[in-house]
């Protein structure tokens, strides 16, 4: 039994403060809930038409939930009771704790608490559609369901928002967590998710508490086959320090959070609407989607149009097989072209045999298909000659055992009510042209690594910047290949040991951040001599230079505070910053996850032999970064390390600069 069964599924609801506890108790009798509902006031003798007790000492018995409307401290001291009396848990509503400057008292909340669950403080509530038990001290826009999605937000406003859609979605629960204090995003994820009536869950997530359960939770629900999908907020922040590499400003904002996301196979989307349609996909069909897609429509109009919406979502619609040409002709005749996306024209219109032949012709050797159709609006218009053509996507789908998808261009040109009865047919009808297709994008998201975690986050502490010949030593001795170097206090010093380099010699000064801005790199020479001094140098590197270079890269791993370590890859050298080109991985991956993660990158085909140029040997960089991670993971002394350039050859590549932080 899990610890929130009893808050999540109550036989019966405590609930304290006049006016929030009468808004509850209002909202538990629309959606019918079977069990007692028990009010707590001083004073009142009734609330709401129901007996009032006294106190939480007065109540029948240890309730299974209850929904705490006081104030903060008075909220404080009724947590304390009900632990005492063994309830089920609680909904702490009041704001004022740790949001707002006041972490003792919220630390006072959770003393208080003890093993019974809280959700909050500063937290709305819950909703359980599936029994019809509310802890919610408003209005919500859902109805009672056999089975249906969970929603759950650190945000409370944003999921009231959502779950006033009218798209169609089954929602079986609405869950806050407020300031999270007890029950954290994984725990409550995970218990809505052991619910069997649950299909999927969507998430709305400001921040992520423990990354490593989160991933736990991730796989558990891979594991029961149940699609997740998430809107993660702050993904424009400036980063949380200043940047002292290229790696670090690079790989801001939501680059981490989304690789996070990715690698656990948890699809990612930007606004509310692609998380309803997203889920009702999952809720229907699961998570996995496949990639061959087909569109029909019966326009050259809505057919182009699908075909430039889908380009920028990375969806592509493969060539119709010669097998299903065929068949296609055979019914739609010489005139009109197959091809996908299809223009079905209207030959066929109206004629139900016709029409499901070609929409299931053309489905079959697809993995899900696009049937682009706005109905005419119902209080102007007669919708009645579109129906043999939703019947036929409905046959189509049956037919073939592939999930087919009405898209209706414009969102308001279908109506909640034709929605849902497809659903009950098991046809997702996706709203929003865009929007359909960011969603169809979100539900291919690949499954991810089965166990993996990531490494344990250290707190932030003070570093200190190793020279680059200190790094580049660390760097050795970890495998990494480097160019041959000697070091020198001073130029003359250094003169005396390079006399074994070959060159080209690179010039370097140590004790610069980024040695090029402060003109401390000297390239191409081929002797020391009379080289001029470096003023602030603290030091100088001496280099063979690497030749036959068919690509810069840069390499960097640095610390994070929720997922642990980031690898950050992408185009390098002195326009690292301004390319922008970079793909971040959280750590650990292995070599085939870095060579996937290199074919995202916009000039990729520069390194793939691009135009009949060399192919750089991009293995040779995987097993570089592995190396580097490995580094990292293998000592909590060091902070970040970034390498820029690595210098990549049609066989090997070299790391011809380190920028490494310790403590």
């Not at 010489?334 to 030959?347: E, G, K, M, R, S």
């Not at 979100?442 to 991810?448: C, E, I, L, R, Y």
């Not at 790199?521 to 020391?528: D, I, N």
């Not at 990158?601 to 960089?621: C, E, I, M, N, S």
């Amino acid at each position: 039994m899990n610890r929130l069964d009893r808050l999540l599924r109550p036989r019966h609801i405590a609930v304290l403060g006049a006016g929030w506890a009468l808004n509850v108790i209002e909202q538990t009798r629309k959606m019918g809930f079977g069990g007692p509902v028990w009010p707590i006031h001083p004073s009142k003798p009734e609330i709401g038409g129901l007996k009032a007790y006294a106190s939480v000492a007065d109540l029948p018995e240890a309730p299974d939930a209850t929904f705490i409307g006081v104030n903060r401290f008075a909220t404080v001291e009724v947590t304390r009771e009900l632990a005492e009396r063994g309830a089920g848990g609680a909904i702490c509503f009041a704001a004022g704790w740790t949001e707002a400057g006041e972490p003792e008292l919220q630390q006072k909340l959770v003393a208080a608490a003890g093993e019974m669950p809280i959700l909050g403080p500063n937290c709305y509530g819950v909703i359980n559609y599936l029994d019809g038990a509310l802890l919610w001290p408003d209005q919500h826009g859902g109805m009672r369901v056999e089975k249906g999605v969970a929603l759950l937000s650190q945000s409370s406003n944003v999921v009231v928002n959502i779950g006033m859609q009218q798209r169609g979605l089954p929602i079986a629960y609405v869950a806050c967590l407020g300031n999270a204090a007890v029950v954290g995003l994984a725990e409550l994820a995970g218990a809505l998710l052991d619910d069997p009536r649950v299909t999927a869950i969507g998430m709305y997530i400001e921040g992520i508490d423990d990354a490593p359960a989160f991933a736990r939770l991730a796989h558990r629900a891979a594991e029961m086959g149940k699609g997740v999908v998430a809107i993660k907020s702050g993904k424009t922040e400036a980063s949380r320090v200043a940047a002292a590499s290229h790696t670090a400003s690079l790989a801001g904002g939501g680059a981490a959070s989304s690789a996070f996301l990715a690698q656990l196979g948890i699809a990612e989307v930007n606004s509310p609407s692609e998380l309803i349609e997203t889920l009702k996909i999952f809720h229907l069909h699961g998570p996995r989607l496949g990639t061959k897609l087909c569109s029909l429509s019966c326009s050259g109009g809505e057919a182009g149009m699908a075909a430039d919406l889908a380009a920028p979502f990375g969806l592509g619609f493969p060539p119709v097989p010669e097998a299903s040409r065929a068949r296609l002709s055979a019914t739609l005749g010489p005139i009109v072209t197959i091809a996908n996306p299809l223009d079905y024209n209207t030959f066929i219109w109206g004629d139900l045999e016709k029409t499901t032949e070609v929409f299931s012709a053309m489905l079959e050797p697809y993995d899900a298909g696009l049937y682009v159709i706005d109905m005419p609006r119902d209080d102007r218009c007669d919708p009645s000659s579109y129906f043999p053509a939703l019947d036929s996507i409905v046959a189509a789908q049956k037919a073939t055992g592939k999930p087919a998808f009405p898209v209706v261009s414009i969102s308001e040109n279908f109506g909640e009510a034709r929605v849902k009865g497809l659903m009950e047919q098991g046809v997702c009808t996706l709203l929003g042209f865009e929007t359909a297709l960011a969603a169809i994008r979100a539900a291919q998201t690949p499954k991810g690594v089965p166990g993996w975690e990531p490494v344990k986050a250290l707190a932030p502490r003070e570093t200190r910047l190793l020279t680059e010949a200190e790094g580049k030593a660390l760097l050795a001795a970890a495998g990494i290949p480097v160019p041959r170097a000697v070091t020198g206090a001073t130029l003359a010093e250094l003169q005396a040991q390079a006399t074994g380099l070959t060159a080209p010699i690179a010039l370097k000064g140590l004790g610069f951040a980024h040695k090029t801005e402060a003109g401390a790199v000297r390239l191409g020479l081929a002797s020391l001599e009379g080289a001029a001094e470096m003023p602030g140098a603290t030091g100088y590197l001496a280099e063979e230079m690497v030749t036959g270079i068919i690509a810069e890269m840069l390499l960097g791993i640095g610390r994070d505070p929720v997922y642990g370590l980031t690898l950050t890859i992408g185009m390098g050298g002195v326009t690292a910053e301004v390319l922008a080109d970079t793909v971040t991985l959280v750590w650990p991956a292995d070599e085939a996850q870095i060579l996937t993660a290199m074919q995202r990158l916009r000039l990729w085909p520069l390194l793939d032999g691009y135009r009949g140029r060399p192919k750089a040997d991009v293995a040779a960089f995987a097993t570089i970064a592995v190396r580097l991670g490995h580094l990292m993971a293998g000592d909590d002394s060091l902070e970040e390390i970034e390498i820029n350039p690595v210098l990549l050859r049609e066989t090997g590549a070299v790391a011809v600069d380190a920028l490494i932080r310790r403590d």
